[in-house]
């Protein structure tokens, strides 16, 4: 209970946070400035669905924002299946995910793993804060962590 607590009040921190705290300004013309985004190149492992929902399955929902064919790509888990799509990085740090797909095989926690696609789908901002990563919709509701992998 007191863990559920304290990244409740971490993400609280951290929305609180966000309205005050310049962001970076990233021009989405720019390969090289994608490049500097601290999103691209680790691996980031899913947290938190919402603010306080942890993922209790075996296979944990990851993603890496890679490069592929001059385009920036997502690509990973959702926890059941593999997920790739296209990605965009913008100024004031947006955060969108197009034509997201996935392998679509069945799997125990197939309902959970749709929850992982519908939030990085939905996702329209991010903010990072060490190595914790929080997903935003377009109405500023946190739609999940992940955290950098080691």
Known sequence: MRKGWLIGAVLTGLLAGCS????????QDSAAATEASPVVGPRWNLLLL??????DHADTPYFEAVRQGGELRLVGSNGCNRITGELQ???????????LASTRMAC?????????????SGAYRY?????????FG??????GGFRRAN
């Open 138 to 143: 377009r109405d500023s509701r946190v739609l």
């Open 89 to 99: 990085l913008e100024s004031g740090n947006r955060f969108i995910v197009e034509n």
């Open 20 to 27: 005050s705290a310049p962001t970076p300004d990233y021009d």
């Open 108 to 120: 125990p926690n197939g309902a959970d793993a749709q929850r992982v696609d519908a939030m990085l």
């Open 127 to 135: 903010l990072i804060d060490h190595d914790r990563l929080v997903l």
């Open 50 to 55: 919402g603010t306080n929902e942890r993922w």
